[in-house]
């Protein structure tokens, strides 16, 4: 018994997604894993406290690393956007396919370590230690430069992204 053919374009149902290509980072799974690292974050002063015998300690080391990444992420996404978009060249089937995932990756770990981070200093407000202003203002600026990653990454996401053919001029 043969299948049956694919229904034409006309025919499909405007809702379901084409099979084989891909959606753009849901803002919604961003924000599940972004409630995630905000709950981690604000969790792990807890255990700090009670298992350890000292919080952790930010350094700045962190949040460079952060922004060296977004960095990254932004001259990677600025140069596809070039070939891709300007130049209207195409990229190789696995440039793009890394690229992507490249993206997606950065934008969900990003995303948890920016939430992690925001609950790590959320965590030390109103709070008298000694180094609790130390570890809240470095702690927001790592979350600030995990928030430049993902920033950084749906640009490169929005790079990748090609025409329909029937979309040319």
């Known amino acids: 018994m043969r299948d049956a053919p ?4 006309d025919e499909r149902d405007p809702q379901t997604p084409l099979e084989g290509r891909l959606q753009p980072t849901s803002p919604a799974v961003l ?3 972004g409630l995630v690292g905000l709950v981690g ?3 792990l002063h807890a255990y700090a406290d009670r298992a350890m015998d000292a919080a952790p300690i930010v350094t700045w080391a962190q949040p460079l690393a952060l922004f060296l990444v977004a960095a990254i992420l932004a001259a990677t996404a600025r140069a596809t956007w070039r070939s891709v978009h300007v130049r209207n060249e195409r990229l190789q089937s696995h440039q793009a396919v890394n690229r992507l995932v490249l993206a997606r990756a950065c934008a ?8 992690g981070y925001l609950g790590y200093a959320l965590s030390w407000v109103g ?8 570890r809240a203002v470095r702690s927001l600026v790592a979350g600030l430069g995990g928030a430049c990653v993902v920033v950084t990454a749906l640009l490169l996401e929005r790079a ?4 329909k053919e ?3 001029p």
């Not at 694919?6 to 374009?9: G, L, Q, S």
């Open 41 to 43: 974050g604000w969790l």
């Open 108 to 115: 969900y770990v990003g995303v948890l370590v920016a939430g």
């Open 6 to 9: 694919p229904p034409e374009d």
């Open 166 to 168: 029937d979309d040319a």
């Open 127 to 134: 709070v008298s230690a000694e180094l609790a202003e130390q």
């Open 160 to 163: 990748c992204r090609v025409r």
């Open 31 to 33: 924000t599940a894993w």
